[in-house]
Nanobody
Framework: QVQLVESGGGLVQAGGSLRLSCAAS????????MGWSRQAPGKRRELVAV???????DYADSVKGRFAISRDNAKNTLYLQMNSLKPEDTAVYYC??????????????WGQGTQVTVSS
């Protein structure tokens, strides 16, 4: 079994910063592509940023230049540094990973989500 556990959400004023973390644990052989998505109330879940196992990144236009995704492969941990936060960044943030398990199966896993609230 594999778990993804997010942390680092909270309440911040507009213009502030937060750093989210997502730790993967369990029967892991290799963590492949990882990413962050978010879902605001009444809206569809949207992809925020992704990072390959080799470190290649891609971002939603709405966060380019403000957010930075990174990972520590030794710790199976994903990060999202969020700067210059705006009220429209308010959402539940979810991490997501494609993981090869020790029985050589590849599955897509999601974390439980962490709330980010940006006040104006």
């Amino acid at each position: 079994q594999v778990q993804l556990v997010e942390s680092g959400g909270g309440l911040v004023q507009a213009g502030g910063s937060l750093r989210l973390s997502c730790a993967a644990s369990g029967s892991i052989f290799r963590v492949n592509r990882m990413g962050w998505s978010r879902q605001a109330p009444g809206k569809r879940r949207e992809l925020v940023a992704v990072i390959s196992s080799g470190g290649s990144t891609d971002y939603a236009d709405s966060v380019k230049g403000r957010f930075a995704i990174s990972r520590d492969n030794a710790k199976n941990t994903l990060y999202l540094q969020m700067n210059s936060l705006k009220p429209e960044d308010t959402a539940v943030y979810y991490c997501n990973a494609d993981i090869t398990t020790r029985d050589c199966m590849v599955y897509n896993y999601w974390g439980q989500g962490t709330q980010v609230t940006v006040s104006s």
